[in-house]
């Protein structure tokens, strides 16, 4: 059985920092691709990044480039994001995704075949 928890997020002050964990159970750590995606109300889900597990290859939105960081332990099958300078604009539920496949389409949630339950950021300003 595939389980994704997400946590790490947190109400910070704009500027501040926070790492979100995604710790992954009943997937290979080493394949597939696993995401983030950030929803606010009204919103539709947006992802922000994603890594091909294998190759360790990032993808960014342009909306965070710079201020993203994705990355993975393979031993603890954990998938991290990491944002530097938070801004108001950061504030949402995060949502990590994975599937099977290296997916070209990293941003779209409809590839996505296995979610978690999300995490809260909120950034006031």
């Known amino acids: 059985q595939v389980r994704l928890v997400e946590s790490g997020g947190d109400s910070v002050q704009a500027g501040g920092s926070l790492r979100l964990s995604c710790e992954a159970s009943?997937?290979?750590?080493?394949?597939?691709?696993v995401g983030w995606f950030r929803q606010v109300p009204g919103k539709e889900r947006e992802g922000v990044a994603s890594i091909w597990r294998r190759t360790g290859a990032t993808f960014y939105a342009d909306s965070v480039k710079g201020r993203l960081t994705i990355s993975q332990d393979n031993v603890k099958n954990t998938v991290y994001l990491q944002i530097n300078s938070l801004e108001p604009e950061d504030t949402g539920m995060y949502y990590c995704a994975s599937d099977d496949a290296h997916l070209s389409k990293w941003y779209d949630r409809r590839e996505y075949r296995y979610w978690g339950q999300g995490t809260q950021v909120t950034v006031s300003s």
């Open positions: 009943g997937i290979t750590a080493t394949s597939g691709t």
